[in-house]
């Protein structure tokens, strides 16, 4: 029978070399067919026979080596797969990788294959940290490789940081949830395609990042956000077709070329900048983590740090997405996020309700593999009209893309809405 998905798997030289075996395992039992590619020294430490007993298939090792059965393996492997993954990614291949280097199997493999690709690092903190290795991952990010980050933990060096393999159970939910979005967004599209550009009389103000909230001339309060949600849904909605405003607070990235961004800092810059420009938008966003809370009074000077304690005394900042939503114009649609660490479900309804949005995207923040800071995401989405639809784990990019899509279904309520408005006008005037 059919697998549903094939999946080449690259095993590279670290310590977490056998944990790669139990996520050949689960993949197996979530109905994949997976074939193994080791590099020479992943080979130090586990054989190519356990791969080769579990999966019934030929290790790929050395495109050269006198039992190859394939001369040109790299390439069929290479083309034959829906996804590359690689359990655990050395600090090695991920600079091979990210530099184009092919000097054997498991690179020429990458270079020659246009599936998606996973990668799963595992090293030492120090590695992990190294601006080297910092610097490829950015340009493997660049180039649409998505990572499933490293946790923190006790490493093998007997040091605890950043650098541990994602637990196994993680990494294969994190590959099926991305393995099912694809699938889904290749579904057809509906009549009003994307290639249409349905949303192009449509004006987005979007908000995205952290706002800073100054204490004195050296310290603020702030929070994770690095802009990526809010941008990403900035070019899925210009992709359609949107003209697109960016309102952006603090950010971790660079931000996308060609589109109109405003930057701010602090919440109150953020609230003048999006009331200034909200008459003209049609869909509002409110991606970006606002602070709640400013202090009363900035220090005009820094701080000293004479007393062992410090007060500062707080004041709520004023609400830009409730404020939007209470003097809207009667043709903007007002989506909300919300950010929480329990209670998603109720507390995103009490928001939704609170601040009478059309819609909320609700996203769990206490999941270091989502949210804040990260490329993936994951939540739901719930409607003023009672929809709910699960976002599983997936990358940013791709979560945007379903909430512009659902964002584009109440824009062609609304528009059904004005039509059957104006028909009942034109009965009534003609009685
Ligand atoms: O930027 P990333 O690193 O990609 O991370 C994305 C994200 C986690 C920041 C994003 O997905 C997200 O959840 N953004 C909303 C964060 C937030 O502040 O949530 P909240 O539940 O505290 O606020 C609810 C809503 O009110 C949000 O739409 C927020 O923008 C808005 N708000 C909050 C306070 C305030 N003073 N003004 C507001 O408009």
Known sequence: ??????????????????????VLRQLQKADCEVQVAMTKEAT????????????????FVDDYAPDNPDPIAHVNFSQNIDLLLIVPATANIIAKFANGIADDF????????????????????????????????????????????????????KTIGT????????????????LESKALSKQPA?????????????????TTGSTREEIDPVRYISNYSSGKMGFAIALAAQKRGAKVTVIAGNLSIS??????IIKVKSAEEMHNAVMERIKDATVYVGAAAVADYKPVNRARSKIKKDSSKLIIELEKTKDILEEVSKNRHEKLLVIGFAAETENLENYAAEKMQKKNLDMIV??????????????????????????KIEIPLMPKTMMAERIVEQISELIKLRQNLEKSENVDSKIESQS
């Not at 054989?47 to 579990?54: G, I, K, S």
């Not at 931000?255 to 109109?260: A, F, G, H, T, V």
Request: glycine share 8%.
């Open 362 to 387: 609700a996203n769990d923040v206490s999941n270091p593999s989502s949210g804040f800071g990260s490329d993936n995401n994951q939540g739901f989405i719930l409607t003023k009209k009672g929809i």
């Open 190 to 206: 509906t009549t009003d395609s994307v290639e249409n550009f349905d949303l192009k009389d449509e004006h987005f103000l979007i």
């Open 106 to 157: 498991l690179t020429s493999t990458y270079l020659a294959s246009t599936a998606p690709v996973m990668i799963a690092p595992a090293m030492n903190t120090a590695m992990w940290n190294h601006p080297a290795t910092q610097r490829n991952i950015r340009r493997l990010k660049e180039d649409g490789v998505y990572f499933i980050e490293p946790i923190s933990g006790e490493l093998a060096c």
């Open 163 to 178: 650098g541990k393999l994602e637990e196994v159970q993680n990494i294969v939910k994190q590959v099926l949830d991305f």
């Open 44 to 59: 130090q430490f586990v054989q190519p026979l356990t791969f080769r007993a579990l999966t019934n298939k030929y290790v």
């Open 255 to 260: 931000p996308p070329e060609n589109l109109d």
């Open 1 to 22: 029978m059919k697998k549903k998905w094939k999946i080449g798997l690259g095993v590279c030289g670290g310590i977490a070399a056998y944990k790669a075996v139990e």
